[in-house]
């Protein structure tokens, strides 16, 4: 029987080892492969025809691009999926042979036509590739002609100059005059429209409006006001709170009014209550109004003009006002310049309205920021001034790489558009204002996140006061999750403040979206790609494992194995088997899910075999003796083991090494080999029952009998002293000063030894005190003597003879 079950096992692994290394064919390529080659030729040929259309529209020719680029992945996926059918193809075509000449004999007909078919699918496949690779190079040429086309758009529109007196002339009034009828015509129209057909419906919508601005008020007392709640007192908050509010201050608020806008647009939109043309309006005042709440808050939470103590800038109070009213001034005229821009889209563009707005915007921006480049912004020193008058008139200007800067700035946008060059005055006007506010958000957000990593600095938060109490988190772990909450705060911050300033810039969604799509997703190395997704996934899955792993190996161990009464050895290398199985398997998958190719494995195993042969053998040696420890266990944890001079408990056995814990609390870490390559002395082996021993020696005047008495004496009445198996004694030895016994005692746990041993010694020290038997210690009699040369008299021995020793007739058993 147990032939055949060897017998049947080595069949199924042979048949299982057949399995994983028969080839998968590739499929044959029929006639219908040229249907995605032909879909995929025909959208390049619509994209590339495009591209003359939309010659004068940027965002329009973005999205080309992108549509071109994601078509170059698809082309080359196509081109891979055939070539492992070429590759079949060829090697066939190469095992028939060619076609024999007709002076031999005729080959045989299905042969004739194998080759012929194989012939014919090669061609065909050919020609696909080749034609893929064609209109691949197509949409990359176009993709080319796309940035040069933008280039091009983007130059033309900052280096034209136009005529600004147009702006101020007749045609201007009427062209206002007649925008704004066109609009009042659109809105009017629809709003009409909307109230007769819908009337039930836009009373219900401005009811749910309502209803969710109360609901959003009440809520926001309740959670964003208490978190943004800037106390005063008479000592000032320390920088981390000023910062962590001043983040809050602008974070949560603006993000609730944007919730709230987009929540109601898109509300009415569903409702079907919208229209194209006016949500597109819709939609682009409520982004310009959301632009302006979020400056207006982040003016307020760096300057706090009624807050001096939580400023951020250590400015007076009369500048902050002013810092804060001059940056929202500039953020509504470039806001309002946007919209009516936008707006014109839909009622129809103008001339002298496109000259006068980008006019207006970049002459007010411009002596904005010369007026805020002569501000008096900061205190005067301590002690300068006596009175609040004084300290205004003595307050100290901007440092000259502030001022200076602003000045240049603001009188290029002024020279610019007086100038003529409207579209460079205009662009470089919304960057100014719009760049600062992403740049200043960012910032902001950034050194939050610093302050929240600082050390202890978090703790004293009322967020890390509320986690420390009902996590019951120590300072360390407390500090720790500082750290990493900094981190993903700093991370959160550019990743969603580097696309915003990017779109600000010139760049396209679709492009941000796909050059994040491909540096996420495609970075390549070499002749490897890297993915930071994949890889991520993989550390969070690995991750995962390990936490599961830990988590099974708590319920096996506490409701498994203590509950099966299972010996406390037993568990803990079950325990440890399992976890390193588990990390294993964490290990492979998360390795798998970051796109790793396992059977790459096989390359570093080879070089781990180098490394092992040349310096990693002791490594080696110990985890393969660790795994025997583990499957033998000679020893167990809680066993005292005596190993390499050193004698003490097993407290953790692990692959690499031993922890043993000294009797004096230290603890040894022993490598595995050493305990599996020298003896091993184990008291608790099996059981641990053990025998302990007691030396003493007393002088030569006591009587022997007496000393072996008592110390059976001493032995039986010790309470941990066994009298099954009895207590002995031996006289070991006539030693230099001493006769030398040895008492010997078993335990029912040798654990005790060391206590029992030191109870005997004080035991016997007292009763041979109290018995008058003496326990002599080594002597040593020294004489002096003064020697004259000239008195030197020899030494004469005596004659008598010594005494013979009578030996008995008895014979011992160590008699040789």
């Not at 057909?197 to 219900?204: C, E, H, I, M, P």
């Not at 943004?228 to 910062?243: K, L, S």
């Not at 066993?639 to 609390?665: C, K, M, P, W």
């Not at 302990?692 to 000393?707: A, F, I, N």
Request: proline share 5%.
């Amino acid at each position: 029987m147990r032939v055949r079950m060897i017998w049947l096992r080595t069949f199924l692994l042979c048949l299982s080892l057949s399995i994983l290394v028969i080839p998968v064919q590739a499929q044959p390529v029929g006639s219908g492969a040229e249907t995605p080659v032909v879909a995929l030729t025909r959208d390049v040929e619509r994209l590339i025809n495009d591209i003359e259309e939309s010659a004068n529209d940027d965002a329009r020719l973005a999205e080309i691009a992108t549509e071109l680029t994601a078509l170059q992945d698809d082309l080359l996926a196509a081109g891979v999926a055939l070539t492992p059918r070429l590759s079949t193809v060829r090697g066939r075509l190469d095992q028939l042979g060619p076609a024999p000449p007709e002076s031999e004999p005729a080959e045989a007909p299905d042969r004739l036509d194998e080759r012929d078919a194989l012939t014919a699918e090669r061609a065909l496949i050919n020609d696909l590739i080749g034609q893929l690779e064609a209109q691949s190079i197509r949409a990359r040429n176009g993709v080319d002609r796309i940035a040069e086309r933008r280039r091009t758009l983007f130059t033309d529109t900052l280096s034209r100059r136009y005529d600004i007196t147009s702006a101020f002339s007749p045609q201007l009034i009427a062209d206002l005059a007649e925008r704004s009828a066109a609009l009042e015509r659109r809105v009017a129209s629809w709003a009409s429209f909307t109230w007769r057909t819908k009337q039930n419906t836009v009373l219900a919508s401005v009811f749910m409006i309502l209803a969710l601005a109360l609901v959003a008020i009440r809520a926001s007392r309740r959670t964003i006001v208490i978190w943004i709640e800037r106390a005063e007192g008479d000592d000032p908050p320390t920088y981390f709170a000023r910062m962590t509010n001043a983040f809050w201050y602008t974070l949560m608020p603006t993000l609730a009014f944007w919730a709230f806008l987009a929540i109601s647009l898109l509300g009415l939109d569903q409702a079907g209550l919208m229209r194209p043309d006016i949500l597109f309006i819709l939609t682009r005042l409520l982004v310009g109004v959301a632009a302006v709440v979020l400056v207006w808050r982040l003016s307020e939470a760096v300057f706090a003009p009624s807050k001096p103590n939580w400023r951020l800038i250590g400015v007076t109070d009369k500048a902050a006002r002013s810092l804060k009213a001059f940056f929202v001034a500039m953020a509504t005229v470039t806001v309002i310049d946007t919209v009516i821009e936008q707006v014109n889209t839909i009622v129809g563009a103008s001339l002298p309205i496109t000259v006068a707005r980008s006019l207006i915007t970049s002459l007010a921006v411009g002596a904005l920021l010369v007026v805020i480049a002569f501000l008096r912004p900061f205190p005067p020193h301590a002690g300068a001034v006596s009175d609040d008058v004084a300290a205004d008139a003595a307050a100290r200007p901007w440092p000259g790489w502030v001022k200076w800067p602003l000045v240049a700035s603001g009188l290029l946008l002024i020279g610019a558009a007086l100038a003529g060059y409207i579209g460079f005055a205009r662009f470089a006007a919304q960057q100014i204002v719009i760049t600062g506010a992403i740049l200043a958000t960012v910032y902001l957000g950034h050194r939050a996140a610093q302050a929240i990593a600082q050390d202890h600095a978090f703790g004293q938060s009322r967020l890390g006061t509320a986690l420390t109490r009902r996590l019951s988190l120590s300072e360390t772990s407390v500090d720790q999750l500082a750290l990493v909450l900094g981190m993903a705060l700093s991370a959160i911050v550019f990743l969603v403040g580097l696309p915003v300033l990017a779109l600000q810039w010139g760049f396209r969604w679709p492009e941000i979206r796909a050059f994040g799509a491909r540096f996420f997703t495609d970075i390549p190395v070499g002749s490897i790609s890297i993915s930071l997704t994949s890889i991520a996934a993989g550390v969070v899955l690995f991750f995962v494992g390990y936490l599961v792993t830990k988590r099974f190996q708590r319920w096996l161990d506490g409701s498994v194995l203590e509950r099966s009464r299972v010996e406390p050895g037993v568990r803990n290398s079950i325990r440890t088997a399992i976890g390193y199985a588990g990390i294993a398997v964490a290990a492979l998958i998360g390795v798998s899910a970051a796109g790793l190719d396992l059977s790459q494995l096989a390359l570093v195993a080879g070089a781990l075999s180098l490394g092992i042969g040349f310096g990693l053998q002791n490594i080696v040696s110990n985890f393969v003796s660790g795994l025997i420890l583990l499957a033998e266990r000679p020893f167990k944890s809680g066993d005292i083991i005596e190993a390499g001079g050193y004698t003490g408990t097993v407290t953790n056995i692990s692959v690499r090494a031993t922890e043993i814990q000294l009797f004096d609390r230290k603890t040894l870490i022993l490598p595995n080999s050493e305990l599996i390559n020298s003896a091993v002395s184990n008291w608790m082996h099996r059981n641990t029952f053990g025998r302990v021993t007691v030396s003493v020696g007393v002088s030569y005047g006591s009587d022997p009998q007496q000393v072996h008495d008592l110390l059976l004496e001493i032995a039986a009445d010790h309470p941990r002293i066994l009298g099954n198996p009895e207590p002995f004694v031996s006289f070991d030895d006539f030693g230099a000063s001493s006769l030398d016994f040895t008492l010997y005692g078993f335990l029912s746990d040798i654990g005790y030894g060391l206590t029992v041993r030191t109870e005997l010694r004080m035991a016997i020290f007292e009763r041979f005190k109290a018995a008058g038997i003496e326990i002599p210690f080594p002597q040593r009699d020294v004489n002096l003597r003064m020697v004259q040369p000239e008195a030197d008299v020899p030494v004469e021995l005596p004659q008598e003879p010594f005494g013979e020793i009578e030996a008995g007739e008895a014979r011992r058993p160590d008699d040789s």
